[in-house]
Antibody, heavy 117, light 106 residues
């Protein structure tokens, strides 16, 4: 059974940093690209960042470019999102998602990030 | 930059009736389009990929069509569990979601 479990969310002050993790199990992690998607309270889905199976291809939404860094450790079956210079508008539930052919076939339950003073 | 536009924002339909949701891309995404269903407090669930292929375990009442810039998700006979928010997503380039359509009970 595929499982994706996010962690690392919490309350953080504007301008500070936070690192999210996603622990994957039930599939061969290093065969698949992975992504982060967020959802602000009461809003729609926003793609944040994606990384290929070997970290050779990485992309970011314009809203986080230069502040967020995605990475993965295939030996640990883990995906990460380093978030720096956090803003109030980064407040959201952050999901990690597994890619199939391009679509996201499995999602975690999310970890909540709240940016507030 | 691609823009994904879903319509309508809210759709009111009675149980047992057909629902038709639309998604438009500002430039061609070929057939690299997926549909997701999201219920309150839950993660999104993949319904359709490749514009028209149902994901594993998705009932046959869900169907997708279209290619290029115009796409449709049709739910042939609405069940109570189908009332939710639906998102389209292109993955021809880095992914991008539409703003969602809320399907509510009429």
């Amino acid at each position: 059974e595929v499982q994706l479990v996010e962690s690392g969310g919490g309350l953080v002050q504007p301008g500070r940093s936070l690192r999210l993790s996603c622990a994957a199990s039930g599939f061969t992690f290093d065969d698949y690209a992975m992504h982060w998607v967020r959802q602000a309270p009461g809003k729609g889905l926003e793609w944040v960042s994606g990384i290929s199976w070997n970290s050779g291809s990485i992309g970011y939404a314009d809203s986080v470019k230069g502040r967020f860094t995605i990475s993965r450790d295939n030996a640990k079956n883990s995906l990460y999102l380093q978030m720096n210079s956090l803003r109030a508008e980064d407040t959201a539930l952050y999901y990690c998602a597994k890619v199939a052919l391009g679509e996201f076939d499995y999602w975690g339950q999310g970890t909540l990030v709240t940016v507030s003073s | 930059e691609i823009v994904m536009t879903q319509s309508p924002a809210t759709l009111s339909v009675s149980p047992g009736e057909r629902a038709t949701l639309s998604c438009r891309a500002s430039q061609s995404v070929s057939s690299n389009l997926a549909w997701y269903q999201q219920k309150p407090g839950q993660a999104p669930r993949l319904l359709i990929y490749g514009a028209s292929t149902r994901a594993t375990g998705i009932p046959a009442r869900f169907s997708g069509s279209g290619s290029g810039t115009e796409f449709t998700l049709t739910i042939s006979s609405l069940q109570s569990e189908d009332f939710a928010v639906y998102y389209c997503q292109q993955y021809n380039n880095w992914p991008l979601f539409g703003q969602g359509t809320k399907l509510e009970i009429k």
